[in-house]
């Protein structure tokens, strides 16, 4: 990567109260946040959500209504014009009279530091692909020549906005696998998008964004969990019914609860709704004939539904 060195504290963005309005219209609505170098982080929410506005200020391609962006406690024009920065976006000019290597060696000659441009092209499986037209390319290809390009710089953070908008599946399989790779590497990695599946495999952090403002900022691992109940599922034989309802009822009123009964023959399906099930599994576990429990925590989606409702 680019060589500069960094203090222990050097932040990869550093975003204070940034507001983007537009008219009557509030795009970014007091953003502050702060990403740490080495991380993955992923910016989520619904079209109109501000990702895309916020992520042009922080490229310096739109300026702020107030507030600001630093980008390695610098500019980001700084940060870009030293190298620092590689930006793939969802769509965006490519040479289509060029071939792959033509456009590869061009843009590598306007970077002082830049990486070799064939092993980017082996990074980014375009080897194979190095004497063909650009214009002819599909659009997952187009996608990992604009990674390419935003390799060249060899910079040390790569910010993505909705890279793999349009992609069918296996071709976001395969952009995602290029992540990955860069990923290991130490880049830091900052991506908007509105795929749930790409934050659960790839980030560690998640923004939820929502009318220009920050709802949720946590671990993926503990988006889940955010203000959501979980359920456990238990078939009781119906004869005790009354006796789990018993001992639901003297469970200590500090633990609330919903539960709902289906019964058929001889046999009822127990569903519980709560904060933690852990106790009610205990308890209701010690009845003659209790079987297939389960317990299920909400998914991303459940989340980020209620989160962005």
Request: overall charge neutral; charged content about 25%; some cysteine.
């Amino acid at each position: 990567m680019t060589d500069i060195s960094f203090t222990p504290d050097t932040l990869a963005l550093r975003a204070v109260d940034v507001k983007k309005q537009f008219g009557p219209v509030k795009a970014v609505d007091g953003i502050s946040l702060e990403i740490p170098r080495g991380h993955i982080v992923a910016l989520l929410g619904k079209n109109g959500a501000g990702k895309s506005t916020f992520i042009d200020i922080a490229l310096g391609l739109q300026r702020a209504t107030s507030g600001h962006v630093e980008l390695f406690g610098m500019s980001p024009r700084e940060a870009i014009q030293r190298s620092l920065v590689g930006v793939v976006q969802q769509s965006g000019a490519l040479m289509n009279n060029y071939t792959v290597e033509q456009t590869l060696r061009l843009f590598s000659a306007l970077h002082p530091q830049a990486m070799d441009y064939e092993r980017v092209m082996e990074e980014t499986g375009l080897s194979a692909l190095r004497k063909r037209n650009v214009g002819k390319l599909s659009g997952g290809e187009c996608q990992r020549l604009r990674l390419a390009l935003a390799l060249i710089p060899h910079p040390h953070l790569l910010i993505l906005d909705e890279p793999t908008a349009g992609m069918d599946t296996t071709a976001r399989r395969e952009f995602w696998q290029l992540m990955h790779a860069q990923a290991h590497q130490g880049r830091t990695i900052i991506f908007a998008t509105h795929y749930l599946a790409e934050v659960e495999d790839f980030s560690e952090r998640t923004i939820i964004l929502r009318q220009g403002v920050i709802v949720s900022d946590t671990s993926t691992h503990d988006l889940r969990r955010i203000g959501q109940t979980r359920t456990l599922h238990a078939r009781v034989p119906k004869e005790y019914k009354d006796t789990v309802g018993d001992i639901l009822a003297r469970l200590p009123q500090s633990q609330t609860f919903t539960v709902r009964w289906d019964c058929a023959g001889d046999m009822c399906d127990l569903i519980v709704h709560a904060p933690s099930t852990d106790d009610i599994a205990r308890h209701i576990l010690t009845v003659h004939g209790v079987r297939d429990l389960e317990i299920s925590t909400p998914s991303l989606d459940d989340t980020f539904a209620r989160l962005t409702a």
